[in-house]
Structures are given as structure tokens and as C-alpha cells.
């Protein structure tokens, strides 16, 4: 019985340390992603928005609503009205939508002037679907490292020495696990 609740606790807690490792590999690149997105977006409004081309702007905003990610692709004058939009309008009060959409705003530069505002929603709940399946691998992988971990740490602290199955156990597992993430 002690080998099994050893083993529940090994695997709850690689379970939970790649869980947060996850998250947070999410949030980064979800960061990184906005920010050259929006930046992207300021540098092609830049010229539309001086030209007062409202077809061009149109046309700008409607190439990055395309992408999935992403919710709502606002350009703002210089006086902040709104000049151009695409993609879905934000539905409830922001502070409802505060876990599902993040927000990047930059200021479009036009030989160095401040001539408006880009702003792009981005939707946080699409994101955890593109890694589904690689989630699973990767649980099923840390959950097979469970056992083989349990059973060499419970006979390393009985018998003070490295049980050799459970090594190898380990290092089949990793090997195998391993070779099936990176496919």
C-alpha cells in the first residue's frame, strides 16, 4: 500500500510541475505573440491611416483578423476615434473578459509621428487546444515515469542502493516517451 500512495504522490506532482510549466510556456509566447502581431499590424496602418485610405486600412485589419487567435483588429486616429475595425466585437464588460482575451495596444509611428493606435484581442482559450495532443503524450509519459520513480526512491531509502530495474525502468521510459514527443 505505501508503494501505491508513493507512486499517486510521484505522479500527482509531475502531473501539477508540467501543468505550470505549460501555463507559463503559454503565457510567454502568447505575449511575444501579440506584441509583434499588433506591431506588425501598426507598421502596415502606418501609411493607409496618413493616405486616409479607408480600403487599404480595411484590407490591413482584415489580413490579421483572419487568424484564428485572434478576436478584434481596431486602428484609432489620432484624435482616438476609431478608424477601422475587423473581427468579432467584445461582447460583456471587460472585466468579465479579463481571463478569456488579452489586449495589445501600440502607438503607429509615420516618419516619426504619432499618427494613431493599434489595438489587437486576442482570444487566450484558443491556444490550449493547438498543444491538446501533445498535453496527452506528455501526462501519459509523466505518469509511466511515476511507478519506475517510486519504486526506486521507496528501494533506495530501504536498502540504500540504486535498484537496477527501476533505472532501466526510468531510462526506457524516457527513451520511448521521449522519441514519441518529438514525432
Known amino acids: 500500500v505505501p508503494i501505491v500512495l508513493l507512486t499517486l504522490t510521484v505522479g500527482l506532482a509531475l502531473v501539477a510541475a508540467q501543468e505550470w510549466g505549460e501555463r507559463r510556456w503559454l503565457q510567454n509566447h502568447s505575449q511575444l505573440f501579440g506584441n509583434a502581431l499588433v506591431n506588425h499590424l501598426a507598421q502596415s496602418a502606418a501609411q493607409p491611416l496618413v493616405q486616409n485610405d479607408?480600403?487599404?486600412?480595411?484590407?490591413?485589419?482584415?489580413?490579421?483578423?483572419?487568424?484564428?487567435?485572434?478576436?478584434?483588429a481596431e486602428v484609432?486616429?489620432?484624435?482616438?476615434?476609431?478608424?477601422?475595425?475587423?473581427?468579432?466585437?467584445?461582447?460583456?464588460?471587460?472585466?468579465?473578459?479579463?481571463?478569456?482575451?488579452?489586449?495589445?495596444?501600440?502607438?503607429?509611428?509615420?516618419?516619426?509621428?504619432e499618427?494613431?493606435?493599434?489595438?489587437?484581442?486576442?482570444?487566450?482559450?484558443?491556444?490550449?487546444?493547438?498543444?491538446?495532443?501533445r498535453d496527452r503524450i506528455g501526462l501519459a509519459l509523466l505518469l509511466a515515469l511515476a511507478f519506475p520513480l517510486a519504486w526506486g526512491a521507496r528501494d533506495l531509502l530501504a536498502q540504500r542502493k540504486l535498484n537496477l530495474f527501476a533505472a532501466l525502468g526510468l531510462v526506457s521510459i524516457l527513451l520511448t516517451g521521449g522519441i514519441g514527443l518529438l514525432q
Open 54 to 72: 479607408p480600403v487599404s486600412l480595411q484590407a490591413v485589419l482584415a489580413g490579421v483578423a483572419v487568424e484564428k487567435v485572434v478576436q478584434r
Open 76 to 113: 484609432y486616429g489620432s484624435r482616438q476615434q476609431l478608424v477601422a475595425a475587423a473581427g468579432e466585437p467584445m461582447q460583456g464588460s471587460p472585466v468579465s473578459q479579463s481571463d478569456s482575451v488579452s489586449q495589445f495596444s501600440v502607438p503607429i509611428r509615420f516618419e516619426s509621428s
Open 115 to 133: 499618427v494613431g493606435r493599434a489595438v489587437l484581442t486576442l482570444r487566450s482559450n484558443v491556444a490550449p487546444g493547438v498543444l491538446e495532443l
